[in-house]
Structures are given as C-alpha cells and as structure tokens.
C-alpha cells in the first residue's frame, strides 16, 4: 500500500554532505519504525539508521557522529542528513518501515546511490 522513493543521491567529494529524501505515498506519522539501510558495492544491505514515531533514533556504529535521521510528518519523508562522508559511505541508500519485531515490510525499491570520491 504505501510506496517509498528515495532521492538525494550524487557524487560527492569526501568531507562533503548529502541530505537523502524518502518520500511516502501516504501519511508516514502513525508509522513506527521507519530505517535507512544501505548496499555498498561487494557487501550485503545494513541497517544504518532507523527513527521511531516517538522520536528515537539509532545509528551504525559506521555513520554515529555523521549521520542524523529526521521524519517530517507533513512532507511524509524521512530524511538522511549524511556528513563528513567517507568514500566507504559509498552505497546505494533505500529507506524502509520495519515492523514490530524489526522485519523490513515493504519491498526494496531502486534506492538512491551516494558515491564518494577520495
């Protein structure tokens, strides 16, 4: 039912910032968990930051201190404000909603791709 597309992606140089986009097809406020994951080149996908409807917030312990994850409920999006990137930051990004036991819900869509030069 609800479809998510991300965007925001580019070409950065490293130490440069990126904010990424999700925007919801419907409301996202009543939605608990909504995460970020990323797939670099070679690795699988992991989580790198998820936020909850009461305002939590968690991070990778690869992104904590650079990365910061934000909902704004009116715009249904959810945000990935991504700074001092590094060229490892180098993934394509997809944003998700995870359920009650933390099982991502709706199908991967295309993502956004951060590349990082050195």
């Known amino acids: 039912q609800v479809q998510l597309v991300e965007s925001g992606g580019g070409l950065v140089q490293a130490g440069g910032s990126l904010r990424l986009s999700c925007v919801a097809s419907?409301?996202?406020?009543?939605?608990?968990?909504m995460v970020w994951y990323r797939r670099a080149p070679g690795k699988q996908r992991e989580m790198v930051a998820f936020?909850?409807?009461?305002?939590?917030?968690r991070y990778a312990d690869s992104v904590k201190g650079r990365f910061a994850i934000s909902r704004d409920n009116a715009k249904n999006t959810v945000y990935l404000q991504m700074n001092s990137l590094k060229p490892e930051d180098t993934a394509v990004y997809y944003c998700n909603v995870l359920n009650v036991i933390g099982f991502a819900v709706l199908p991967w869509g295309k993502g956004t791709l951060v590349t990082v030069s050195s």
């Open positions: 419907t409301s996202i406020s009543s939605i608990e968990v």
């Open positions: 936020s909850t409807s009461g305002g939590s917030a």
